[in-house]
C-alpha cells in the first residue's frame, strides 16, 4: 500500500508538471464592440456626368465606424450603388444591425456574417441592406488586422501579389450623345498618364457606342493599350450581341453588364455567342447570389464590389465558388479611399483562376471621374507609381481617416 501510494504521488506530481498545451487568449484579444456609426458623405458636383442609368450630379458615400471598447477603430464603407441614396445603408446599419452586434466581440467575423445575413433575410439579400453588412463586415477585418498587427491580406491567408496594375474607367458622357471626339482625347489622355488598360462606357445607343468606340481605337495604340466596355445593362439580349459582334475584333479584355443583372440566360447566351470574356456581378450578392451566376455560367469574369457583396467574409465565400467554377474574379471598384484600400487588400489576396508562369493578373479599376473624397479622405491615399499602385503591409487596411475631411463632407 505504501508503495502503491508513492506511485499515485509521483503520478499526480507528474502530470501538474506538465506544461498547458492551451493557451490562454490575449486580453487585447477580448473586446466589445461599443458603437456602430454610419458616416455619410455628400458632394455636389460641379458638371454632372452620365453613365448609361442616368446622370450623378452629387457624389456620396456611407462609411461604416466600429469602436470597441480596447481603444482599436474599425472602417469599412456600405457602397452606394448607381443611384443609390447613401441614407438607406446607413438606416440598416444603425437600426438593424448595430442593436446586434453592440457588446459583441468584433473578431467572430464568420458568426457575426452569417448572423446579419439570417437577420435580414426576409428583407435583405440585395442591394442597400447587403451593402450595410459589406460596410460593417470590412469595419469588423480592419479591426481584426489592427488586432492581430497584420494587414487584412494577411488574414485572408497571405498575398498572391505585392503590387497591381490600375485601370482608367471613365468615358462618362457630359452631353450625352455625339461625344466621340473628346472620349478620343479623353483616351489619349489616360495614356500619357500611364495606363495601359481602360474601360469605356457605354450604353447610350448602339450607334453612337460604335462611333466611340472607332474614335477611341484610332487615338491610341492597339499594341500599347488594352480596352473594356460597360454598359450598365443597357440593353436587351439583341441590342447586346449586335453591339458585341461590331466590337468583336478590337481584342476586348471584357465585355461588362452586357445586359440586366437578372438575365441569367441573357449573359449565357451572350457568352457563348460572342468572343470576348463577358464579366459581370457588380450589382450581385453574396455567396448565394454568386453561385446562381456560376451555375448559369453566366459570366468569364466575376466583379463582386467589396462594398456591396458582403465584404471581405463573402468575398472569400465568392473566390471559392469561382475557383471552383474556374471564373476569375476581378473586383468592381468605385467607392471611395476606403473602398479602395479593402479592394487592394481582396486582390493581394486572389488566386490566380488559371494558374501558369505568365497567369493574367486582377487589375484595380481605378476611376478617374470627379470623387472629392477620395484622395482627401485619408491621410495617404493610393497612388499609381511606374505603372502599379503598391499594397500596404500595415495592420487592418491601413488607412487613417482625415477627420477634417469627414467632418467638411458628412451631411448626418
Known amino acids: 500500500l505504501n508503495r502503491l501510494s508513492s506511485w499515485l504521488k509521483f503520478r499526480h506530481t507528474k502530470n501538474n508538471s506538465r506544461p498547458c498545451t492551451q493557451r490562454p487568449v490575449k486580453r487585447d484579444l477580448i473586446m466589445k464592440i461599443t458603437n456602430i ?8 458636383l460641379e458638371t454632372p456626368f452620365a453613365f448609361s442609368q442616368g446622370w450623378v450630379s452629387t457624389r456620396s458615400a456611407t462609411l461604416i465606424e466600429v469602436t470597441t471598447d480596447t481603444g482599436l477603430t474599425g472602417w469599412g ?4 450603388q448607381g443611384l443609390e441614396t447613401p441614407q438607406i445603408a446607413a438606416t440598416a446599419t444603425e437600426s438593424c444591425f448595430a ?5 459583441r466581440n468584433p473578431l467572430s467575423t464568420e458568426k457575426h456574417w452569417f448572423d446579419m445575413y439570417n437577420r435580414s433575410r426576409d428583407f435583405g439579400r440585395k442591394g442597400a441592406v447587403m451593402a450595410a453588412i459589406s460596410g460593417i463586415d470590412i469595419a469588423l477585418w480592419d479591426i481584426a ?3 492581430y498587427k497584420q ?5 485572408l491567408g497571405g498575398a498572391h501579389r505585392r503590387q497591381v496594375e490600375p485601370y482608367a474607367t471613365g468615358f462618362y458622357r457630359i452631353k450625352g450623345q455625339g461625344e466621340a471626339e473628346r472620349l478620343a482625347e479623353e483616351a489619349q489622355m489616360h495614356a500619357q ?7 469605356v462606357k457605354l450604353g447610350f445607343g448602339v450607334r453612337d457606342d460604335i462611333c466611340v468606340m472607332q474614335a477611341i481605337q484610332k487615338a491610341i495604340d492597339p499594341a500599347e493599350i488594352t480596352l473594356m466596355v460597360d454598359s450598365n445593362h443597357a440593353y436587351g439580349r439583341s441590342e447586346a450581341l449586335y453591339l458585341g459582334q461590331a466590337l468583336a475584333d478590337m481584342h ?8 440586366a443583372p437578372e438575365d441569367y440566360e441573357g449573359y449565357a447566351d451572350l457568352r457563348r455567342r460572342l468572343p470576348m470574356a463577358i464579366a459581370g456581378g457588380e450589382n450581385e450578392h453574396s455567396l448565394y447570389g454568386f453561385n446562381a451566376l456560376f451555375e448559369g455560367a453566366c459570366v468569364d469574369i466575376a466583379q463582386p464590389d467589396i462594398g456591396s457583396c458582403g465584404g471581405f467574409t463573402a468575398a472569400r465565400h465568392i473566390t471559392a465558388l469561382a475557383q471552383a467554377k474556374g471564373v476569375e474574379i476581378n473586383p468592381h471598384v468605385w467607392g471611395s479611399a476606403v473602398a479602395q484600400a479593402a479592394s487592394l487588400h481582396l486582390i493581394a489576396a486572389l488566386p490566380n483562376t488559371h494558374h501558369s508562369l505568365f497567369a493574367r493578373q486582377p487589375i484595380l479599376e481605378y476611376d478617374q471621374s470627379s470623387h472629392p473624397f477620395r484622395r482627401e479622405l485619408t491621410r495617404h491615399p493610393i497612388q499609381m507609381q511606374d505603372g ?8 487592418g487596411l491601413g488607412i487613417e481617416i482625415r477627420k477634417d475631411t469627414l467632418a467638411h463632407y458628412r451631411i448626418n
Do not use: T
Request: hydrophobic letters at 45%.
Open 145 to 147: 488586422g489592427q488586432a
Open 151 to 155: 494587414p487584412v491580406w494577411q488574414l
Open 252 to 259: 476586348l479584355r471584357w465585355y461588362e453588364e452586357p445586359v
Open 388 to 395: 502599379f499602385v503598391q499594397i500596404n503591409d500595415a495592420p
Open 77 to 80: 464603407e456600405a457602397f452606394c
Open 193 to 199: 498618364n500611364g495606363f495601359r488598360y481602360m474601360k
Open 37 to 44: 456609426r454610419a458616416h455619410i458623405l455628400s458632394s455636389p
Open 99 to 103: 442593436p446586434m452586434l453592440i457588446g
